[in-house]
T-cell receptor
Framework: RKEVEQDPGPFNVPEGATVAFNCTYS??????FFWYRQDCRKEPKLLMS???SGNEDGRFTAQLNRASQYISLLIRDSKLSDSATYLC?????????????FGAGTQVVVTP | DGGITQSPKYLFRKEGQNVTLSCEQN?????MYWYRQDPGQGLRLIYY???????QKGDIAEGYSVSREKKESFPLTVTSAQKNPTAFYLC?????????????FGPGTRLLVL
């Protein structure tokens, strides 16, 4: 079983709609959680960290469910520019240096 | 302008050749990382370094070597022992705040075998 699993998609989303997807992780000791955005043939860019209480950044909302070991990302009012692959990243904290685990990504395609 | 730079953007390797990928950061980050990304897969850790003159093997270190002589620089050498080197190579550095370590990535180098 992979340590971090994501639905690869693609999620085809009409412009202006809402899309949400999850990421599950296997290490219950994981401390830090992140969503990165990766455009085709580019590097991953940090979208947002995910905090225990959930957090929002503009149209993006991230949630953490420790009991069920998943994080989620919701995108409201989708824009064409939101089309990308979204990577889920999990880290065991400073007791686990270098132990970032990456999901393979969820592809989102926003259509006009 | 702070950030992480990688060069070259594209690199072509001949059979039996060693090649070196450059990674430089001016963010004053202590930790640096090398990852490999293949289509449809998550990033896989090759090597990482927490401090100067120290580095650790990641999950797929075979056929690769690194050095960390300066805080700003973490070059990766792909040796002839790496039989399937074609991939997108990403360098990252990280900053720690409390117990949270956050990574930032360079623009990547695409390595192709001729």
């Amino acid at each position: 079983r992979k340590e971090v699993e994501q639905d690869p998609g693609p999620f085809n989303v009409p412009e202006g709609a809402t899309v949400a997807f999850n990421c599950t992780y296997s290490n219950s000791a994981s401390q830090s959680f992140f969503w990165y955005r990766q455009d085709c043939r580019k590097e991953p860019k940090l979208l947002m960290s995910v905090y225990s209480s959930g957090n929002e950044d503009g149209r993006f909302t991230a949630q953490l469910n420790r009991a069920s070991q998943y994080i989620s990302l919701l995108i409201r009012d989708s824009k064409l520019s939101d089309s990308a692959t979204y990577l889920c990243v999990v880290n065991g904290g400073t007791d686990s240096w270098g132990k970032f685990q990456f999901g393979a990504g969820t592809q989102v395609v926003v259509t006009p | 302008d702070g950030g992480i730079t990688q060069s070259p953007k594209y690199l072509f390797r001949k059979e039996g050749q060693n090649v070196t990928l450059s990674c430089e950061q001016n963010l004053n980050h202590d930790a640096m990382y090398w990852y490999r990304q293949d289509p449809g897969q998550g990033l896989r850790l090759i090597y990482y370094s927490q401090i100067v003159n120290d580095f650790q093997k990641g999950d797929i270190a075979e056929g690769y070597s690194v050095s960390r002589e300066k805080k700003e620089s973490f070059p990766l050498t792909v040796t002839s022992a790496q039989k399937n080197p074609t991939a997108f190579y990403l360098c990252a550095s990280s900053i720690t705040s409390g117990r949270r370590e956050t990574q930032y990535f360079g623009p990547g180098t695409r390595l192709l075998v001729l």
